[in-house]
């Protein structure tokens, strides 16, 4: 029997649809620091991005540019374009997601959102959906001392702040992209499930460590009933 008490779900790919937002916005990022588009340089960095999805934003642009302050730079710009587009309503919850939600909290389990975004973008997310309030808690990667995926720390955050669980194997983790399935492998989750409505196919999550695949985080209640009864 698995009894899973505490879910970390994603948001960006897995709860929320954002018709490739991140792009658009990492194109603003790069604008900043000079790297033209259509070049040999951008389509290098995009290619880096789209691997990455579900990382630290800053994470990815230390990477990119390698001195702080032009990471800095770039995430700011990053921010910025990222949230001009979610308050002009290009974003909406992945058809059935806030229902899921609902459906999981009803049962008992504890549900927090987890994000590779800074605060104010996820906030803005939020405010966008109506969703302020639908949890308990919400991390970023700031919650958990800057460490985003696909470190372990926003999943084990949420164990410790929640007290929902008494035991990491008692969390379920569930993305988008490869880094949430190795974030959630590396903190000892009970259940890590990929969903195909965002970023990573299924071999890709599968090779991350994905104990299971969905079609969509709708099918997530009802993956944890079976395995409660198993």
């Known amino acids: 029997m698995t009894d899973i008490r505490l879910v970390a779900l994603d948001m960006a790919g897995t709860t929320v649809a954002d018709g490739g937002l991140v792009e658009r916005a990492f194109a603003a990022a790069a604008a900043e620091l000079g790297v033209e588009p259509g070049s040999a340089d951008h389509a290098e960095q995009l290619a880096y991005v789209r691997a990455t999805m579900g990382e630290s934003k800053i994470s990815v642009f230390r990477h990119l540019f390698g001195e702080e302050s032009l990471a ?25 997601a806030r229902a899921a939600v609902e459906e999981l909290v009803a049962e008992g389990r504890t549900v927090v959102l987890t994000t590779g975004f800074a605060r104010p973008t996820q906030d803005a997310i939020l ?41 990491v194997r008692q969390i379920a983790v569930v993305g988008d992209t490869s880094y949430d399935m190795l974030s959630g492998v590396r903190a000892g989750a009970g259940l890590v499930a990929g969903v195909l409505t965002g970023a990573h196919d299924r071999a890709a999550l ?3 460590g994905a104990t299971h695949v969905l079609a969509s985080v709708t099918g997530l209640p009802s993956l944890l009933r079976g395995a409660e009864e198993e």
């Open 72 to 96: 800095r730079r770039a995430n700011s710009a990053f921010e910025k374009a990222y949230g001009e587009l979610v308050d002009g309503g290009h974003i909406h919850e992945i058809p059935g």
């Open 127 to 167: 405010d966008a959906l109506g969703w302020r309030g639908l949890v308990p808690l919400t991390l970023c990667p700031a919650d958990a001392k800057g460490r985003g995926r696909p470190y372990p720390d926003m999943v084990l955050e949420a164990f410790l702040r929640t007290g929902a669980a008494d035991d």
């Open 206 to 208: 599968a090779a991350a």
